[in-house]
């Protein structure tokens, strides 16, 4: 009886955490965004975007317009511009209270004013450019903390450089 009431709250908090429909104002904007990156508008995409845009540690956020304009084609590659033009603002975007609007699992976040604040996908070009960042940041360090999967956070203060790092399988370093 215990497994089954655990059973049925653990089912009723996934139900709960998923997104609710999104409401007609909301889908207004969505369907816009669709339809620019749709159409490759890449100004149009630009001015829909809340800067800073974080990228993935240790790639440079982007942070204005021109710069989005500039590097568009490495984050809105074939398969996110495919994701987002083949989905539909009533089925594959949710409001999820607070926290947004999302595009399926939150591949794309936007607020609620139409302002994409959070791209949760890594391109290829991005991916290698990761890599590269890393390797080169990797040939800089001295090698006794040159071995690590990737930076998490890099600190820097008047006397003192602060480094987390993913040493892989949960393991994480300060030095």
Same mark, same amino acid.
């Given at each position: 009886m215990k497994k089954l009431l655990y059973i049925l709250f653990i089912g009723i908090a996934i139900q709960n955490t998923s997104g609710q429909d999104l409401k007609p104002e909301y889908q207004?904007?969505?369907?816009?965004?669709?339809?620019?990156?749709?159409n490759d508008r890449k100004e149009a995409v630009a001015e829909a975007i809340k800067y800073p845009l974080r990228r993935d540690n240790?790639?440079?956020?982007? $942070?204005? +317009?021109?710069?989005?304009?500039?590097?568009?084609?490495?984050? @809105?590659?074939?398969?996110?511009k495919a994701e987002i033009s083949q989905s539909d603002a009533t089925k594959d975007w949710s409001e999820v209270g607070w926290r947004g609007i999302m595009l399926n699992q939150g591949t794309l976040w936007m607020d609620t004013d139409g302002k994409v604040f959070s791209i949760n996908y890594?391109?290829?070009?991005?991916?290698?450019?990761?890599?590269k960042l890393i390797a080169s940041e990797k040939s800089k360090l001295h090698?006794?903390?040159? $071995?690590? +999967?990737?930076?998490?956070?890099?600190?820097?203060?008047?006397? @003192?450089?602060?480094?987390?790092?993913?040493?892989?399988?949960?393991?994480?370093?300060?030095?």
């Open positions: 207004k904007f969505v369907k816009k965004f669709i339809d620019n990156v749709k240790p790639i440079p956020s982007i $942070k204005n +317009k021109a710069e989005l304009v500039k590097r568009y084609a490495e984050i @809105f590659d074939t398969e996110l890594q391109s290829k070009v991005e991916s290698d450019l990761k890599n090698p006794s903390i040159a $071995k690590f +999967k990737e930076p998490q956070i890099i600190i820097e203060t008047s006397k @003192f450089r602060v480094r987390i790092d993913d040493l892989g399988n949960d393991t994480y370093r300060y030095a």
